[in-house]
């Protein structure tokens, strides 16, 4: 079964940065599309980033791009989300997500594994 574990998580001044990492096991890696998602409180979750390493894609919401960046270490098995400038507005509980598949990632593709989630709070 594919297990995801986040870290990376925590407390963090607007503007700061954070990093948050997703391991990836029981599968390989390169044969499944990676995403985060961000669940705020009274909000619905929503889709953050992705990436297909088969592929060599990426995407991102365009509330974060410019200041996100996904990435991965198939060697790993990791993605990692890296969070410049942060805003009050993202905290939120991220979550990491994978499917199988290859070519292009999308955010609304349906995710069948999710990790447990990582607490981001930015404070004003």
């Known amino acids: 079964e594919v297990h995801l574990v986040e870290s990376g998580g925590g407390l963090v001044q607007a503007g700061g940065s954070l990093r948050l990492s997703c391991v990836v096991s029981?599968?390989?890696?390169?044969?499944?599309?990676i995403a985060w998602f961000r669940q705020a409180p009274g909000k619905e979750r929503e889709g953050v980033s992705c990436i297909s390493s088969n592929f060599y894609s990426t995407d991102y919401a365009e509330f974060v791009k410019d200041r996100f960046a996904v990435s991965a270490d198939s060697a790993k098995n990791t993605v990692y989300l890296q969070m410049n400038n942060l805003k009050p507005e993202d905290t939120a509980v991220y979550y990491c997500?994978?499917?199988?598949?290859?070519?292009?990632?999308?955010?609304?593709?349906?995710?069948?594994?999710w990790g447990q989630g990582t607490q981001v709070t930015v404070s004003s």
């Open positions: 997500a994978a499917v199988y598949g290859i070519g292009h990632c999308r955010m609304t593709e349906r995710y069948d594994y």
């Open positions: 029981g599968a390989t890696f390169d044969d499944y599309h």
